[in-house]
């Protein structure tokens, strides 16, 4: 990864999800690539905005807010996606800020994105988190739990959800967990299944993911903890 550049590896993930996308069926342009650029300070991200690259994937709101809006004055049509853990007290910056979040996983949030929605006259894209593995550490609905929080979101909060969004546990083959989050998308009509990272993404294409967040394959090791 030394010897190449953010773009170059961009092209090459693309082209690499092009061929997953071909390999099980599906058309490449069903699939979103977000650049998971947390970490990554402004001088890295402007190579791969300048080649095209529109969505890009944070995980703290507080780092967005830092780097962002200079760049979206440059190009008014990036789509900023918070795919970290949100806090409820953040909310009112996360709706000002994002155009798709990842990772609602309880009332609490539900009730504060509901305020700041209708606060702010914005509706930032939904999805819910599902801890496919039910880990104690990890945040995200349990897949038992699905059906009531969604019906919760819906009808109690007034949220419209679009689809769901899983991380595997990093010891577990990824596949059965994308094809569980798959199956409760599914039953509920949802069309779009945030799944697949830098080392499992073309199981998540096989297993019908949207949205794929992919970080270190593009932009390298980070340089520090996230």
Known sequence: MSDTTPVEQLKEVRASIARAAVDYGRDPASITLVAVSKTFPAEDIAPVLAVGQRVFGENYVQEA???WPSFREAYPDIELHL???LQSNKAKEAVQLFD??????RPSLA???AKEIAKQG?????LIQVNTGEEPQKGGVAPGEVDAFLEACRNRYGLTIEGLMCIPPAADPPSPHFALLQTIAE??????LSMGMSADYDAAIQMGATHVRIGSAIFGARSRPA
């Open 122 to 126: 914005k509706t930032p894209r939904l």
């Open 187 to 192: 039953k509920h009509g949802l069309k779009t």
């Open 100 to 105: 798709v979040i990842h990772t609602l996983d």
């Open 83 to 85: 795919i970290g853990p």
């Open 111 to 113: 009730e504060a994105l």
């Open 65 to 67: 807010k830092a780097k």
